[in-house]
């Protein structure tokens, strides 16, 4: 059986807290224990130590110091994490006040040994819970450690009890993320603390959360008569990515309290266009992703996205992905009204499903000169249209010279998935441009998985252009390698660190996240949300 090497899954010694006057609430029930603890700190006191020269730098030296020796949340539960964090523990008194801070503040937890650790070390030292600002259990999976899921839960280790235990201990608490794997763990009580009770709390993500439980735990908190209801929240940042099976309702009750809303993901739910509205008029979106909400209408969102204050000039990233075989959301009307009121801040713009054509070209040309995300999914356009967003055409058919006045689109990620007149053949046809160096800095294009499968089998025509098949769960990209990948392995699609990425490392972002955090799509509910679904 696999060891449990988490970093609160580790012996640490909490003494030293006692040291910075942070006492245990327990009192010493043993005077002659408590007579010689008092004789060892004067003789440590009395002890003359001199402190090194990095113990002689400033604090707000230190905070920017010690996070970059915090690991990332790994792939594996079962490997080390933290080690350096641990050993500045160990080093000295001074280092381990300004470590402890640091390895508490953001808790990433993947199975229900390691909540349960942190939990005993928490309730223990009830001083450690002021620390905590985040609670990552978005890479959590019930199974691990050679048992069962049936196992996992008789042991008892994370329930709703203990969630909310955890909750109770963490008043400053900012950023709250579970995900599908703990949906019958999200009780009444955990919903009416998370929305209510917790007044710093910034961000909360429930993605793919749908069981009955969490259902019902969202119909009885957030409901009209529910008299202890506040009448606005504190989060800025919400996501119910794929939680299908909650109420309209609900959405009608929570999103008018949401005055200082920034980021809103409501895929595949059942909003309303009145809910939509109700958002209040102080809120500024930045980041919206109404993608596969079929109870929207396309004339009515684009009224909102044109009128409504709370986004007509702040929005960097809208998603409106519909499922062609299901709903669309945008007529071709629609994308006509939408295109021309887009405001400049936009870096991100998933318009795939949408009855996009030709006649659409002019209003999407001057978008690129600013997105650097551009999703045109099963639209009606030819290599022609598709070859003008990156150069007007010239008499001969070719780029156009250099003395033609042209401002170069920012585009970094096109997505062409389903768009009939893009074949394996014709895309290496001198007719079509988007593999030339002149189309930089374009350099992913997603396409659907069978199309991919015939690029993969033409090995020598991928090096000769120098682009590269890459897939992952249910999606497919041809990417553009660097200069130097000739004699270097191909390269993942990793993205600049953009700071509307929020740390998502990778372009073709179809979630949207609510913490700062590098999320690749490796491992993780998220990153599968993001990048593979």
């Known amino acids: 059986m696999?060891?449990?090497?988490?970093p609160f899954c580790q012996r640490i010694d909490f003494r030293p807290l006692a040291q910075l006057g942070w006492q245990n609430n327990k009192s010493h029930t043993n005077p002659e224990a408590e007579a010689d603890e008092q004789r060892s700190r004067a003789l440590r006191d009395s002890a003359t130590v001199e402190e090194s020269p990095i113990e002689?730098?400033?604090?707000?030296?230190?905070?920017?110091?010690?996070?970059?020796?915090?690991?990332?949340?790994?792939?594996?539960?079962?490997?080390?994490?933290?080690?350096d964090l641990m050993s500045c523990l160990l080093t000295s008194r001074h280092f381990y006040s300004v470590t402890i801070t640091h390895l508490y503040r953001r808790v990433a937890v993947m199975h229900s040994n390691a909540f349960a650790k942190v939990l005993s070390n928490v309730s223990q030292y009830p001083e450690l819970g002021t620390l905590v600002r985040t609670l990552d259990l978005s890479r959590f999976t019930p199974v691990g450690l050679g048992r069962a899921r049936r196992t996992n839960s008789d042991v008892q280790n994370l329930t709703?009890?203990?969630?909310?235990?955890?909750?109770?201990?963490?008043?400053?608490?900012?950023?709250?993320?579970?995900?599908?794997?703990?949906?019958g763990d999200i009780s009444e009580e955990v919903v009416q603390k998370v929305f209510c009770n917790l007044p710093v709390m910034d961000g909360v993500d429930f993605c793919g959360s749908q069981s009955p439980l969490f259902r019902h735990a969202f119909a009885a908190v957030l409901n009209p008569q529910n008299l202890s209801l506040p009448p606005k929240f504190s989060i800025r940042r919400l996501s119910l990515h794929e939680c299908n099976t909650l109420d309209a309702s609900v959405f009608g009750v929570l999103l008018p309290r949401l005055p200082n809303l920034t980021h809103l993901d409501v895929c595949h739910t059942q909003i309303t266009e009145s809910a939509l509205a109700s958002i209040p008029t102080t809120a500024r979106l930045t980041h919206l992703n109404l993608s596969k909400c079929t109870r929207l209408i396309g004339k009515t969102v684009v009224d909102?996205?044109?009128?409504?204050?709370?986004?007509?000039?702040t929005l960097v990233y809208l998603n409106l992905l519909s499922d062609v075989t299901r709903h669309c959301i945008l007529t071709r009307r629609d994308v006509e009204r939408l295109l021309p009121l887009l405001p400049t801040t936009l870096r991100s713009l998933n318009l795939s499903g949408a009855k996009i054509t030709e006649h659409h070209i002019s209003l999407l040309l001057p978008l690129t000169k600013h997105v650097e995300e551009l999703s045109l999914g099963y639209s009606e356009l030819s290599i022609d249209n598709i070859n003008s967003l990156f150069a007007p055409p010239s008499g001969d058919g070719t780029l156009p010279t250099k003395e033609t006045t042209w401002t170069p689109p920012t585009l970094r990620y096109l997505d062409v998935t389903g768009v009939s007149s893009i074949t394996p053949s014709n895309l290496f046809n001198k007719s079509c441009r988007l593999l030339l160096p002149a189309t930089h800095p374009l350099e992913v294009l997603e396409m659907g998985e069978k199309f991919t499968?015939?690029?993969?089998?033409?090995?020598?025509?991928?090096?000769?252009?120098?682009?590269?098949?890459?897939?992952?769960?249910?999606?497919?990209?041809?990417?553009r390698q660097p200069a130097s990948a000739a004699t270097n392995p191909?390269?993942?699609?990793?993205?600049?660190?953009?700071?509307?990425?929020?740390?998502?490392?990778?372009?073709?972002?179809?979630?949207?996240?609510?913490?700062?955090?590098?999320?690749?799509?490796?491992c993780g509910l998220y990153a599968y949300y993001m990048f593979k679904k």
């Open 2 to 6: 696999a060891q449990d090497t988490g």
């Open 160 to 183: 709703a009890e203990t969630l909310l235990r955890y909750l109770n201990l963490t008043p400053n608490l900012r950023e709250f993320l579970v995900q599908e794997h703990l949906d």
């Open 304 to 313: 909102f996205l044109t009128t409504h204050p709370v986004v007509k000039d």
């Open 56 to 83: 002689k730098l400033p604090t707000e030296i230190f905070d920017h110091i010690i996070p970059l020796l915090a690991d990332a949340p790994p792939t594996s539960e079962y490997t080390t994490r933290n080690a």
């Open 453 to 479: 499968q015939g690029l993969r089998e033409r090995e020598a025509t991928n090096k000769r252009v120098g682009w590269t098949v890459k897939d992952l769960g249910r999606r497919s990209w041809y990417v």
């Open 490 to 522: 191909p390269q993942d699609h990793v993205a600049d660190k953009q700071p509307w990425k929020m740390g998502a490392l990778w372009w073709g972002l179809r979630k949207i996240p609510v913490a700062w955090g590098e999320i690749g799509g490796l």
